[in-house]
């Protein structure tokens, strides 16, 4: 498990009783980094794709150099008030509160093919928000992608019975 080793797990953060789990330490390994990349390019190279969306903001960190490798576009989906042209956003629930997140209104064109791509999925809320700004543009989800699932949370069953699939290059059980 060369990835899934190199996650760091920090307990209570950003709150008590979280288990945080660190990406940077895949990052900041030459080989882990690698490693992350070529394994997603490997799974979407014969796919039909064309653009990859990445999710603000360690979305954007896997999904930049993968469009980059792939020779696709990136696209990027960011929160509320950080895009300077015309977007459209959605609205959706936390645990306390909502949050919004958007999308330039001409960064995807109507019927092109658009690979999600963020960190981690753990309630899927933020994934799902970002598929549904994609599909209301007229896009459709080849995949959604992510290095890590955390699937007791239950993310990947929601996209999943929203008809999406998931993929995930690891999973830590438990929360
Ligand atoms: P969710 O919408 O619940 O699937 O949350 C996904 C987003 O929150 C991702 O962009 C993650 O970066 C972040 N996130 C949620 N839970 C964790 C966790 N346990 N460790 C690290 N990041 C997390």
Not at 2 to 30: A, E, N
Not at 90 to 96: F, G, R, W
Request: net charge neutral; hydrophobic share 40%.
């Amino acid at each position: 498990m060369p990835i899934k080793s190199r996650v760091r797990t920090v307990p209570h953060y950003p709150k008590p009783g979280i288990l945080f789990r660190d990406i940077t330490t895949v990052l900041k390994d030459p080989v882990g980094l690698r490693l992350t990349v070529d394994e997603l390019a490997r799974r979407y190279r014969d796919m039909k794709i064309d653009k990859i969306a990445g999710i603000e903001s360690r979305g954007f960190i896997l999904a930049a150099p993968l469009a980059y490798v792939l020779g696709k576009g990136f696209v990027p989906i960011r929160k509320k008030g950080k895009l300077p042209a015309a977007t459209i956003g959605h609205d959706y629930e936390l645990e306390y509160g909502s949050d919004r997140i958007e999308i330039h209104t001409d960064a995807i064109e109507k019927g092109e093919r658009v690979l999600l791509v963020d960190d981690l999925i753990a309630t899927g809320g933020t994934a799902q928000a970002a598929c549904i700004l994609i599909e209301k543009m007229g896009g459709q989800i080849v995949e959604c992608a992510f290095m890590i699932d955390l699937p007791d949370i239950g993310g990947r069953a929601r996209l999943e019975q929203g008809g999406h699939t998931v993929f995930a290059l690891c999973e830590f059980e438990g929360d």
